[in-house]
């Protein structure tokens, strides 16, 4: 009985001691003297119900992701970016968005739950993140340092290529180590908001290795090798191949990248060969069409350049190659983007964009037209990928347009995109891959060129 009786007086003891175990300062006060704020980074987080303490955890790792938006966002603008990155306009321009991205993707290596606390009279949990300042700074400079030799590394094997005459390959090299800096510029910038110190070497700006490409593209010379002033109807492919040969001091240049355009909407993209030619099997678009006269425009890829210098280039690096259209007629299409497991703005934004693309091609969107345009939407969870606030969530997004015989209901032909979108959940993946949506001009117009064909024998629909 006596040992039954101190059983119970103990349990009642560890009882009270239990309730009356103190609230840690933090809790409130969002500091703790173990983690001063000088040295960390740090969060609280308060969490109820069965899940209490995961949350807490959450909630306390997304308080110190918060902290740094509003330190990106507060500070970015402060920050002396032209001496810590150059002044060229590809680091430069919408620098605080492009950090704001890079941001929320990163990672905060050495995040940890410090300590944590469940009140048992509130039921509450409570947790305390902490970031190592000097850790994660000296983390970020070392995959800095790592980016800025992979720069490095390329615009040495451009010159070592240019040495030995291979010019396509140089400029690709080049390109590329433009890339990589354009990437790495955001970070150098967050760097200094969140520390101090870091400045980008001046033999890989963009500046620097713009000047290169430059010394390489005043050696080439581009020129017309066949398809100019050819006939075809909107929606056949030419008799002849649009082609263009890549020449320095009249050798063929192979690896050059020709981006070719109907009006301002890319067609193709081509690398020539070992003869120094890129061709394009074209099916005429009617981009760009004025009258029954077409143009389609040949030109060195310089997307990576800054606009300055693309400008600068361009009256060197520009073919035009001119179609007569023959046959041009009406083509009138309905549009039907609908019940699809969407929201109904969603569906109308997809709508309007496959009315714009339609009348780009010159087709008359008209209601209750025989050629229906009918648009089918899918999406599905495709993983999680780790952000700065935690699981980002992947969505891998198709939209497929089929051009169907409004009678029949046969399907004419069709064309169809896939991105990916990733958002905090699904609802925001699922936007951020609709606004990234756009249909690929040259399918497109060789899908509308079928259903032009092939339903063109299809009699009107009455009105309704």
């Known amino acids: 009985m006596k040992a039954v009786i101190c059983t119970l007086t103990l349990c009642l003891l560890i009882a009270e001691f239990v309730q009356a175990q103190p609230q840690p ?29 995961e949350e807490a955890k959450a909630k306390a790792k997304a308080e110190i992701a918060k902290q740094f938006k509003v330190t990106v966002s507060s500070k970015s603008k402060l920050v002396q970016t032209e001496k810590i990155v150059g002044n060229s306009a590809l680091m430069t321009s919408d620098l605080s968005d492009r950090i704001e991205t890079e941001v929320e993707k990163m990672p905060l290596i ?45 615009i040495s094997s451009a010159a070592a290529l240019s040495e030995k005459g291979d010019i396509g390959s140089a400029i690709n090299a080049y390109m590329e180590a433009l890339a990589l800096a354009e990437e790495v510029g955001p970070k150098v910038v967050f760097f200094n ?8 070497p001046e033999d890989v700006r963009p500046e620097f290795i713009e000047s290169q490409v430059r010394d390489e593209l005043s050696m080439i010379s581009l020129k017309k090798a066949g398809g100019d002033n050819q006939k075809g109807k909107i929606g056949e492919v030419l008799p002849e191949p649009l082609t263009v040969q890549a020449l320095s001091k009249g050798t063929p240049i192979r690896g050059v990248p020709i981006t070719f355009k109907a009006g301002d909407e890319v067609i193709e993209k081509v690398i020539t060969g070992e003869d120094g030619l890129a061709r394009l099997t074209y099916a005429v678009q009617a981009l760009g069409i004025k009258g029954n006269k077409g143009r389609v425009t040949a030109t060195l890829d310089l ?25 041009i007629g009406s083509f009138a299409c ?50 999680t990928v780790q952000g700065l606030n935690g699981q980002m969530v992947l969505q891998d997004i198709t939209f497929e347009i089929f051009f169907i015989n409004r009678n029949t209901q046969s399907v004419l032909s069709s064309v169809a995109v896939n991105v990916k979108g990733l958002g905090r959940d699904s609802e925001e993946a ?35």
């Open 110 to 154: 050495g995040l940890e739950i410090a300590e944590t606390f469940e009140s048992n009279v509130t039921g509450k949990a409570f947790a305390l993140a902490v970031l190592n300042r000097e850790e994660f700074t000296n983390t970020l400079k070392s995959e800095l340092d790592a980016e800025i030799a992979k720069i490095r590394e390329k």
């Open 25 to 53: 300062a933090w809790v409130t006060t969002g500091k703790s003297p173990k983690y001063p704020q000088d040295l960390y980074w740090v969060g609280v987080g308060q969490g109820m119900g069965a899940r209490a303490l």
């Open 303 to 327: 997307s990576r350049l800054s606009a300055t210098l693309r400008s600068e280039l361009r009256n060197i690096t520009t073919l035009n190659f001119d179609i007569q259209v023959e046959g």
């Open 334 to 383: 309905d549009v039907e983007v609908a019940d699809n497991d969407i929201t109904a703005g969603q569906n109308a934004m997809l709508a309007k964009m496959v009315v714009q693309a339609l009348e780009k091609n010159g087709v008359t969107v008209q209601r209750n037209a025989p050629i229906v345009a009918r648009g089918a939407f899918t999406a599905k969870e495709a993983g």
């Open 430 to 464: 699922l936007q951020k891959g609709l606004n990234a949506l756009r249909l690929p001009p040259a399918k497109l117009s060789e899908a509308i060129g079928k259903a032009r064909l092939v339903g063109s024998g299809t009699s009107s629909a009455p009105e309704r």
């Open 193 to 200: 908001i969140v520390a101090k110190g870091y400045v980008l």
